[in-house]
T-cell receptor, first 114, second 115 residues
Framework: KAGVTQTPRYLIKTRGQQVTLSCSPISGHRSVSWYQQTPGQGLQFLFEYFSETQRNKGNFPGRFSGRQFSNSRSEMNVSTLELGDSALYLC?????????????FGPGTRLTVT | AQKVTQAQTEISVVEKEDVTLDCVYE???????LFWYKQPPSGELVFLIRRNSFDEQNEISGRYSWNFQKSTSSFNFTITASQVVDSAVYFCALSDSNSGYALNFGKGTSLLVTP
């Protein structure tokens, strides 16, 4: 079974621009979560989607948004990029709503904001 | 406040040594979940184990073992006879109602195993 895939793997953007990252969960998985990883803050939860609905949201500004499609694929969008948004963005999928089911992570998208 | 503490930032061992990674957590819930993930240099987080708060049995999987002690709020991870391929950053995470059961990660422990 294919794992979680994320595209693109690497991205360079300029401050003020916006960016969209994509995540395809493991086949059959309906829950998708997003995490941001930075050297300073570590791994932080952004949001979780289940059956096209945002079920949980972390403590991030409104510039960070996401959505989930009927095929469970998910996208996250960051508008008005700031230098501090440079990070590894990880997507995780689970069969159903966690925590009853383990979350499996993708390889991440490394975003650099210049 | 940090709810998951991994006090060891970096550990270096020689191949075949045993190594224990410490994890201390804080929660007011009676129902919660604990996880360990491995992050090799490639960046992908690899799931290792999930434990719920009602199951204090220690678990062994090959060279890996986990010791869950509610009395000390600890969930430690031991690698027996370490190998170079074990070199990675290891994260302990807590899932409880405070975060809506999202994963709350510790800062991670970087393990370097040298030949």
């Amino acid at each position: 079974k294919a794992g979680v895939t994320q595209t693109p793997r690497y991205l360079i953007k300029t401050r003020g621009q916006q960016v969209t990252l994509s995540c395809s969960p493991i086949s059959g998985h309906r829950s998708v979560s997003w995490y941001q990883q930075t050297p300073g803050q570590g791994l932080q939860f952004l949001f979780e989607y289940f059956s096209e609905t945002q079920r949980n949201k972390g403590n991030f500004p409104g510039r960070f948004s996401g959505r989930q499609f009927s095929n469970s694929r998910s996208e996250m969008n960051v508008s008005t990029l700031e230098l501090g948004d440079s990070a590894l963005y990880l997507c995780a999928s689970s069969l159903e709503a966690y925590p009853r089911y383990e979350q499996y992570f993708g390889p991440g998208t490394r975003l650099t904001v210049t | 406040a940090q709810k998951v503490t991994q006090a060891q930032t970096e550990i270096s061992v020689v191949e075949k040594e045993d190594v224990t990674l410490d994890c201390v957590y804080e929660t007011r819930d009676t129902t919660y979940y604990l996880f360990w993930y491995k992050q090799p240099p490639s960046g992908e987080l690899v799931f290792l184990i999930r434990r719920n708060s009602f199951d204090e049995q220690n678990e062994i999987s090959g060279r890996y073992s986990w010791n869950f002690q509610k009395s000390t709020s600890s969930f430690n991870f031991t690698i027996t006879a370490s190998q170079v391929v074990d070199s990675a950053v290891y994260f302990c995470a807590l899932s409880d109602s405070n975060s809506g059961y999202a994963l709350n990660f510790g800062k991670g422990t970087s393990l370097l195993v040298t030949p």
